[in-house]
């Protein structure tokens, strides 16, 4: 299974209507966009998805909603299934398994401040009981821990079912680690160190900028891949006022689903306490848009 996955994986926002509704027909619209891009892999019930804003009965009908229309493809389906109870982690794996995932994306309790054996115990739990490979996310930014290396060690050894990992802790020197010290198959979390994750040895990027430039991103890698590292540099430094854009400004799943009206697609209001972008932000936005595919 090692190196199924491979490439830019958009990460995607979760549609909705004025009313805060989910946006289900515009889910598939876009969804259709990034398969007629050939984008490599998708991923949906993921942070920029507002995962934790949407109620079981929403994430569970966006996943068979989504399942179908992937199965078929060559793009990859990434599912979310964190929560902070692994029972219900386990429910939502079981039910992305039951749904055409290729594979489940799972972080570490978010808000209850695991320890690393807790932690470790969360993955063991969920790999035990999965027949699909699971993608580990750390992000210490959103997770509250930044897992430490010996423990990713422990469970790239022991846990057969985890063989990716996203990487988002934005610290270069684990990514080294982590390609030089384990099988796990890298995956840049980070967007504004793509570049560098993937001369690093990751393979992959579950990216928020690809949203907005599937086709940049997805090259960036291929330069990378290819050798072709001036190239590369050179596209980066385009791509790079996105990601950074992205990553600092605290909005970017607003971003993204302005992004996605501008580029006549779906994307709507987040839910409530996020706040739109102001008119200054949306100038920025477009400028940055017009240098990127």
């Known amino acids: 299974m090692k190196k199924q996955f491979e490439g830019a994986f958009p990460v995607l926002i979760t549609p909705m209507h004025k009313d805060y509704s989910v ?10 966009y990034y398969l007629d891009q050939k984008a490599a892999g998708i991923v949906i019930v993921g942070s920029t998805g507002e995962f934790a804003s949407l109620d079981e009965a ?4 966006i996943v068979e909603l989504v399942g179908p229309m992937v199965k078929d493809t060559d793009t990859k389906l990434l599912v979310g299934i964190a929560d902070e109870r692994t029972s219900k982690v386990i429910e939502y794996a079981n039910h992305a398994e039951d749904n055409h995932a290729d594979g489940l994306l799972l972080i570490n309790s978010f808000y209850q401040t695991p320890t690393e054996e807790e932690a470790f115990h969360q993955f063991k739990d969920v790999n035990d009981v999965v027949t699909k490979p699971i993608m580990m996310y750390n992000n210490p930014f959103t997770a509250n821990i930044d897992l430490e290396n010996e423990t990713i060690y422990k469970i790239d050894k022991e846990l057969d079912k985890v063989q990716y990992i996203k990487e988002s802790s934005g610290d270069i020197r684990k990514v080294r680690a ?51 590292y001036d190239e590369a540099k050179a596209l980066n430094k385009d791509l790079l006022p996105l990601c950074e854009f992205l990553e600092d400004s605290g909005k970017y799943v607003q971003i993204v689903k302005k992004a996605m009206d501008l580029k006549g697609l779906n994307g709507g209001p987040s839910r409530k306490p996020r706040l739109g972008l102001d008119e200054e932000e949306v100038s920025q936005l477009k400028s940055l848009m017009e240098k990127l595919d």
Do not use: H, R
Not at 58 to 61: A, I, L, S, V
């Open 178 to 228: 982590i390609a030089d010290n384990t099988d796990l198959v890298l995956f840049c979390g980070s967007d504004d160190l793509a570049f560098e994750s993937f001369v690093q040895g990751a393979t992959g990027w579950v990216s928020v900028a690809a949203n907005i430039a599937p086709n940049s991103a997805a090259k960036l890698y291929e330069l990378v891949k290819a050798g072709k």
């Open 58 to 61: 929403e994430k569970k009908q």
């Open 23 to 32: 946006n289900y027909d515009g889910m598939k619209e876009n969804v259709q």
